[in-house]
Nanobody, 125 residues
């Protein structure tokens, strides 16, 4: 079984940056897709970014050019670098992973990945 634990959330001013990390309980198989999604109060969850085994990334339009997803070489840590943060980025952020590699090609699918962490709060003011 895969366990994911996020860290790095916090409070930041508009225009600031945060880097979220997600530690997997063990290195994920190469065919796993990994991603991030967020949930703001009163809103539907939103897929933000996915990264496949080749390192190909896709992003939601709302974060494209501001957020960057990456992994370490062992693929046991997932990152989300968030720059130029906006008030509307305030949400609980979750990392996720799934053994179905084709899900990587739909950023919205990150909300429905089979494994997810407990989330880390990001507040922008």
């Amino acid at each position: 079984d895969v366990q994911l634990v996020e860290s790095g959330g916090g409070s930041v001013q508009t225009g600031g940056s945060l880097r979220l990390s997600c530690l997997a309980s063990n290195s994920l198989p190469n065919n796993y897709c990994m991603g991030w999604f967020r949930q703001a109060p009163g809103k539907e969850s939103e897929g933000l970014a996915t990264i496949d085994s080749d390192g190909s990334e896709i992003y939601a339009d709302s974060v494209k050019g501001r957020f960057t997803i990456s992994t370490d070489n062992a693929r046991n840590t997932l990152y989300l670098q968030m720059d130029n943060l906006k008030v509307e980025d305030t949400a609980m952020y979750y990392c996720a992973a799934d053994s179905r590699p084709w899900l990587c090609y739909s950023v919205s699918a990150a909300r429905d990945f089979g494994y997810r962490g407990q989330g880390t709060q990001v507040t922008v003011s």
